[in-house]
């Protein structure tokens, strides 16, 4: 049973996620972290510069532009750009970052702790712990 203490329960506690890195192509662990939100009934939003709608939600350029409601980031990206990510993520007042395996960087990490950001970058990931099935 988790407690308040878990970093996961307490990440997904949010009432919204971001979700960094998200991708168009359904093979790319970016547009599953996504369906894995939506699979659990969950409001998740995708970040990406690039794209205006992915599975069906609109997308946001950056961090910065997500909604207040999110307190929740799943970072899906090389970590050079976790370290940028990080960065906006502290301006916003994001609560919560998820590095998902291959995303963690010691410089993000330790970015996050220095700014009191619950993170979890030890290899946890989203997809196992919400029960991901590929539809």
Not at 22 to 35: D, E, F, I, M, T
Request: charged share 25%.
């Amino acid at each position: 049973m988790a407690t308040s203490a878990d970093p996961i329960a307490r990440f997904l506690a949010s009432p919204a996620f971001g979700v960094v890195g998200a991708s168009p192509r359904r093979h790319k662990y970016g547009n599953k972290v996504l369906r894995c939100y939506q699979q659990a009934g969950r409001r998740a939003i995708p970040v990406n510069p690039r794209e205006h709608e992915i599975e069906g939600v609109a997308c946001v350029a950056s961090v910065l532009d997500l909604p207040d409601e999110v307190k929740s980031l799943s970072i899906i990206t090389p970590p050079a750009v976790t370290e940028r990510v990080v960065a906006e993520a502290i301006r916003k007042g994001v609560e919560h970052v998820w590095m998902q395996p291959g995303a963690e960087s010691d410089r993000a990490v330790a970015a996050c702790e220095a700014a009191g950001i619950n993170v979890i970058a030890d290899g946890s990931c989203v997809l196992v712990v919400l029960g991901y099935r590929e539809r």
